[in-house]
Each structure stands twice: as structure tokens, then as C-alpha cells.
Nanobody, 115 residues
Framework: QVQLVESGGGLVQAGGSLRLSCAASGSIFSISTMAWYRQAPGKQRDWVATITRAGTTTFAGSLKGRFTIARDNANNMVYLQMDSLKPEDTAVYYC?????????WGQGTQVTVSS
């Protein structure tokens, strides 16, 4: 069993930055692909970024250059650095751990960007 707990969300002005953290419990973190998703009010959940266990990163096209994903395997953490935030980045952000035969999600953290 894996538990994912996101933190770091909050209210920020447009142009500001936030760093989200996801703490993972359990022994499978090091073999998990980790990802961030987001869901704006009334919209579907969208993929934001992925980092493999080897550290390879991919981003949704519109976010590359403003968002960075990183992981700390020693401490079972994954991070999402978000810069130059825009009001349209407002959403609940979710952490996901998945791999061969498993798929876990966190409860989400709210990010609100004011104009």
C-alpha cells in the first residue's frame, strides 16, 4: 500500500511561483513513475508532468518551460516547481504513483492564482 500526500498549494498572484511536494509512503516509490495532474473547477483532470524512476521528465506542451518536476528517491518525495503562474493554472493538483500493476493517487492540493 502506498499513500501520497501533497502539500505546498495556496494562493499566489499571477507571475508568482509555488513548489508543490508529494510525500510517498511505502517501499515502491523507487520503482514508481511519478506524475502530477490537475483539475480545474468543472473540468476534467489533466496530466501536467511525469518523471520516471530514472529521472526522465515529460510535460504537457503548454507547461514546459514554466513547470519543473523533480524527485528525491532517498526521501520518497516528488516536487512540482511552478513559475510564472497564470490564473488559468488554478486547479487542484494531484500526485500519482504508478508502475507495473499499481496505481495510486493523492488527495490533492489547491492552487489558486489571482490576477
Amino acid at each position: 500500500q502506498v499513500q501520497l500526500v501533497e502539500s505546498g498549494g495556496g494562493l499566489v498572484q499571477a507571475g508568482g511561483s509555488l513548489r508543490l511536494s508529494c510525500a510517498a509512503s511505502g517501499s515502491i516509490f523507487s520503482i514508481s513513475t511519478m506524475a502530477w495532474y490537475r483539475q480545474a473547477p468543472g473540468k476534467q483532470r489533466d496530466w501536467v508532468a511525469t518523471i520516471t524512476r530514472a529521472g526522465t521528465t515529460t510535460f504537457a506542451g503548454s507547461l514546459k518551460g514554466r513547470f519543473t518536476i523533480a524527485r528525491d528517491n532517498a526521501n520518497n518525495m516528488v516536487y512540482l516547481q511552478m513559475d510564472s503562474l497564470k490564473p488559468e493554472d488554478t486547479a487542484v493538483y494531484y500526485c500519482r504513483a504508478f508502475g507495473g500493476g499499481f496505481d495510486y493517487w493523492g488527495q490533492g492540493t489547491q492552487v489558486t492564482v489571482s490576477s
